[in-house]
């Protein structure tokens, strides 16, 4: 039992940090969206100043379409935090997947971080990698690009 709640408590803590690291994205997009807005309101009042730097439409649609992608990603973990007492027997979305390669907490697509002195990547449901494990249990293996993976336990 006291296994499962340090399991449970686990999940929990990589949400947070997955959370935190979500929201730092968001943030960073506002930021630059509201630099670009600022732009734009300089080229439409002051177009004769001779200001060098111009409002680019392009890199703020992209950037706007990254936000909006950065915040379905956070609707994900919102969901996830509404099962985080739930443990998983095979790879599904908020299993935690330990192999002999990396530890992978599938969520949404995060680089690399760190909780409790161990390091986690977070992967989606769309990536390659999780499609290789999708459904696989504890003492099952997988191959992606050629690597062999052994998953040494799933929750």
């Known amino acids: 039992m006291e296994m499962m709640e340090n399991k449970i ?9 997955c ?30 100043s001779g200001n ?20 379905a990603e956070m609707g994900i973990l919102s969901y996830l935090s509404s099962k985080s007492k739930k443990l998983d027997n095979k790879v599904e979305l908020g299993s935690v997947v330990i192999t002999d390669v990396a530890t992978f907490f599938v969520s949404v697509s995060i680089e690399q971080f760190s909780s409790n002195g161990t390091n986690y990547l977070g992967i989606s449901t769309h990536s390659p990698l999780f499609i290789a494990m999708r459904g696989l249990k504890a003492g ?7 690597k062999k993976y052994y998953i040494k336990d799933v929750f």
């Open 52 to 71: 060098r730097k111009t409002f680019d439409r392009s890199e703020y649609n992209s950037l706007f379409q990254a936000l909006d992608f950065a915040e």
């Open 19 to 48: 959370r935190k690291k979500q929201q730092s994205l968001i943030d960073d997009f506002q930021l630059r969206l509201h630099e670009l807005k600022g732009l734009r309101n300089l080229d439409e009042e002051d177009i004769n």
């Open 140 to 146: 099952d293996s997988f191959e992606y690009e050629g």
């Open 9 to 17: 408590k686990l999940k929990n803590e990589l949400l947070k940090e």
